[in-house]
Structure formats: structure tokens, C-alpha cells
């Protein structure tokens, strides 16, 4: 599971004086974040596309995952996600639980309709015990 500070480690801010560095120094987690988006790349073409934070958020997440069988079915499953919040101008990390429960649904209505040509979320309840790992904690 991607820890809060190792979140905050590999993301980088806007700007170096934001992380309290000197003018002109790199993040010090920005090579831990291109070896980690390099790797997904090469693994999970899928993944090719989306914006920087997006594309690191997801690698993060997927390679916590031990089998690539399934980094591979939820990468797909997190293309889906991600276009539907965009959809919707929502942003990935301030999406809640409504959200997730609206795309859940109309996942598994397509799934249904689709049900014949062998189409369909590779395994909506199974994604969803995931989700609360890349959505924020309300406190």
C-alpha cells in the first residue's frame, strides 16, 4: 500500500522552494518517480497517456500489486475510472465514494448489456476493496 509519506516522497511540488529545497534542485523522489513510470510503461502500455500526476498516482498503486496478471487487469479498469471522473471534471484524488459506487454501477450495467460478447470490468467488487488505497482518508 502506497504510505501517505512515500506519496508525498514520489509526487513531486509545483516547485523546488515548495519542498523546501534550494533554487535549481531536483525532488528528491523525482528519480523514484521516473524508475517507477518507466517500469509501468514498459509493463502496462495501457497506461501510455495519461497526464504526469495521473500516470504516477496509478504506478504507485499497480506495482503495490504482486501479480502483473492483475496489474494488468486493473490497469485497464483504472483507464476506465479515470475517463469517467474526466468526464465529470472530477479530479482522481478529491473523487469520493459516490463516485466510486456511480462507476461501479455503470460498469456492471455495461458489463450486463455486454454479457453475450464476453465484454465487461474485470471484476467491479474486487476494484472496489482497492479504491480506498488511492482515494484520500476524510478525517
Avoid: K
Amino acid at each position: 500500500m502506497l504510505g501517505e509519506q512515500t506519496a508525498a516522497a514520489l509526487i513531486p511540488v509545483e516547485s523546488p522552494a515548495e519542498a523546501g529545497l534550494p533554487a535549481g534542485a531536483a525532488h528528491p523522489g523525482a528519480s523514484a518517480a521516473a524508475e517507477l513510470v518507466t517500469q509501468v510503461r514498459a509493463e502496462l502500455p495501457a497506461m501510455a497517456g495519461l497526464p504526469a500526476r495521473e500516470e504516477l498516482l496509478a504506478a504507485a498503486w499497480l506495482m503495490s500489486l504482486r501479480s502483473a496478471r492483475t496489474r494488468r487487469a486493473y490497469a485497464g479498469d483504472l483507464r476506465s475510472w479515470l475517463a469517467w471522473l474526466a468526464g465529470r471534471q472530477t479530479d482522481v484524488l478529491t473523487a469520493g465514494r459516490v463516485h466510486v459506487d456511480l462507476w461501479v454501477r455503470g460498469q456492471q450495467d455495461a458489463a450486463r448489456s455486454r454479457r453475450a460478447s464476453g465484454g465487461g470490468l474485470t471484476a467491479p467488487r474486487h476494484l472496489l476493496s482497492r479504491i480506498p488505497v488511492i482515494l484520500p482518508s476524510r478525517s
